[in-house]
């Protein structure tokens, strides 16, 4: 089978001066994203450092098809300043392999961002009404600032070492359908066998009066709006949405501080009792029958910690059997289990439990997606109960 890579050329415009006594000596990092945990990013490629020039011609680039994401997935493009001592960013922008050909075709700028100045108005504005804010905010109070462009100069895609530049990383335009289909098959799309795959389309502001819909026709998309409003925005969203806001652009890398550091879950109270004919795993009546309490929301974040509180006793006498523990759930499958390292068993009397897990499986290997299970043995065997009060659960959260 013949190999793709990418031959991608770049161009710097107007890029912003880092220098005080000259101009900046620009080079481009060009990184994907790590497919672990931290979600981090990976360079890939770094270009030469052009000396004291705000419009950098950089070198064309031949990137092998196995480096690079999916077609709708993004690049990141940071631009620095090369310095004596320490290297400045001048500005980082993200960008999917089809939105580089689509740039290569149109002529169109790719802008980078670097952070502008914090919004210092928000005092001094009359109540949270979003035309006023939107009219009274000046253009100069952005969340960031432009740093410049990059300019796509080159982009084909060459298959097993030809240069016929015919190659194409996106689905091309289908006429009868009225959608895209992918002319072969190529690396990393996402679903070829769906002709109404396209580009997911740019974020945009819902204009709730004709005043912020002429702001945003004259300001552009979600990214440029002031702090003020972008905060206020911020405010009403779920966790899991100021994830993907995260997740599609650098400019709502200040959302971070709306994350939440805990969460809160809660089981409702019960009183359990075990049949005196029911038998544990091994067929006895000594061992644990295992049952689910409850299952708690689908994880937004890591932890760092995990704390449990309740109320809890058994039947008042004999032998001591309830207990409470936690499971990791990834996919519907159990992934930890904190029984044996947390063990202990329901009191005669009413007691207060409380449980801290750190540096264990169940708290260091969850991650985004995955789920808490709560889960509960009375015991096996005749006459035994178990009665849970007041469950609380608090995570404490790793920073996403």
């Known amino acids: ?46 270009s030469e450092t052009i000396k004291d020039n705000l419009n950098p011609r950089w070198s064309e680039f031949l990137i092998d098809e196995t480096e690079l994401p999916g077609a709708y997935e993004d690049l990141k493009f940071e631009v620095f300043d090369a310095g004596w001592k320490k290297d400045t960013s001048i500005g980082v922008g993200h960008f ?9 075709k149109t002529g169109t700028p790719l802008p980078i961002y670097t952070r502008g100045r914090k919004n210092r108005i928000l005092q001094s504005l009359p109540g949270p009404n979003i035309s ?3 009219m009274e905010t000046p253009k100069t109070d952005k969340r960031l600032k432009c740093g410049g462009e990059i300019v796509v100069r080159s982009f084909r895609m060459d298959v097993g070492g030809s240069d016929n530049g015919s190659g194409s990383a996106c689905p091309s335009q289908d006429v009868s359908g009225g959608g895209f289909t992918h002319p072969g098959g190529h690396h990393g799309t996402p679903n070829v066998h769906s002709p109404q795959t396209v580009c997911p389309p740019q974020t945009t502001f819902p204009p709730p009066t004709d005043a912020d819909s002429h702001w945003i026709e004259e300001h552009g998309d979600l ?4 702090d003020l409003v972008l905060d206020i925005i911020a405010e009403y969203l779920e966790p899991k949405d100021i994830l993907q806001l995260l997740d599609s652009c650098p400019c709502f890398e200040d959302f971070r501080r709306f994350l939440p550091k805990y969460q809160e879950i809660n089981g409702e109270d019960f009183r359990k009792e075990q049949h005196p004919n029911q038998r544990d795993g091994d067929g006895d009546c000594d061992g ?8 708690g929301p689908e994880m937004n974040q890591g932890a760092k910690s995990i704390k449990l509180n309740f109320r809890w006793k058994d039947q008042g006498w004999g032998h001591r059997k309830g207990q ?11 992934l930890a289990d904190s029984r044996k390292q947390f063990h202990e068993l329901a009191p005669h009397e009413y007691r207060e439990r ?11 290997l969850l991650k985004r997606g995955d789920k808490l299970r709560f889960m509960l043995s009375v015991g096996g065997g005749g006459g035994h109960y178990l009665t849970v009060r007041n469950f609380k659960v608090l995570v404490e959260l790793k920073k996403y």
């Open 288 to 295: 644990i029958n295992p049952e689910k309490y409850f299952d």
């Open 324 to 334: 409470v523990w936690i499971q990791l759930i990834r996919n519907e499958e159990v």
């Open 1 to 46: 089978m013949q190999k793709s890579s990418l031959a991608l050329g770049l161009n710097g415009r107007k890029l912003t001066d880092k220098d005080i006594f000259s101009k900046s000596d620009p080079y481009v990092v060009i990184s994907r994203r790590r497919r672990v945990e931290d979600g981090g990013w990976t360079p890939i490629r770094i």
């Open 223 to 226: 990214c440029n709006l002031p």
């Open 96 to 104: 999917s392999i089809c939105k580089l050909e689509h740039a290569n």
């Open 354 to 364: 409380e449980v801290v897990i750190k540096e264990h499986p169940v708290v260091d």
């Open 132 to 134: 006023l804010l939107l």
